[in-house]
């Protein structure tokens, strides 16, 4: 698997990529008949395994290369997705081309949503600006949150980018903040993947560059490890305890909003979300030098999200 990718946020290279695996049928549902869903929460380990469940097909080939982190010939990458797509790849830095084409990054479908973003952790090995993929904590923010159509949307602690595009979808527009750069190419690069153009990338600390706006919704999936450790810009935070919580709350009410209260439908519908994350939360091994336990991926169960209203 190659190393850790510099993304290039080039539009017409992601563009070009993500028409051709849309065309190729790159999205979740068919991956889930490839692979199972299991293959999702899947780390390095079920690499091998899932490989060998792989049809010889295009599809195939592109699943080996992007989901799976597998170098694979140019000449099936490029019988596969064509010649501009596999040029796009090097352009926007997902990839190398060095007679076989070398994974730097990894592209998972969320839904029919394409999402780059570093490959699978190598744990203690990650840089510290590492870009996490859509993770249980990214997946339980999803399900959270309210689809009604607005005007503006800010995402505070963008990542990927994985909540900034989705609010895309039924905003005007969105602002999607992060202090980590890397976490801002990832995002441009992903909303010219899914042909997007009403994102835009602030650089920042919470709330900061959004501060005295307004906007109909925020998401926020902050740093969430309680832990003495600040390690990784996507996990841990320069607070004490869950303190970073308690900022979250206090500097949003710096930026003013025109989200209507959780209906009691809803509210229900959020404590049963939370409840099913607790269930099936799994502890893991202790992160290295920190006394105290994490936790391990969150198997949720397949829930779909609330639909748009009007």
Known sequence: MG?????????????????????????????????????????????????????????????RLLFLQLPVPEAEAVDALGRPAVAALAATGLAELLGDVVPHARLVPIGDVLLASDGFTRDADDPPDYVASYTPTARTCDLLTVRKRGKRALDVGTGSGIHALLAARHHRHVVAVDVNPRALAYTALNAALNGLDNVECRPGSFFEPAAGETYDLITCNAPYVVSPENRWTYRDSDFHGDDVSAHVVAAAAGVRTSCAPLTPAAMSATRSITRAAEKYAAPSPMAPNSPFPQTGPITLPRLSRAPLTP
């Not at 190393?3 to 539009?11: C, G, N, Q």
């Not at 549902?29 to 490839?34: G, K, M, Q």
């Open 3 to 63: 190393s850790v990718a510099t993304p290039i946020p080039d539009r017409a290279a992601a563009a070009a990529l993500g028409t051709a695996l849309r065309r190729l049928g790159y999205v979740e549902d068919e991956l889930d008949e490839l692979l199972d869903e299991d293959a999702f929460k899947g780390g390095r380990e079920e690499v091998l395994v899932a490989e060998r469940r792989l049809p010889a097909s295009k599809l195939g080939t592109a699943v």
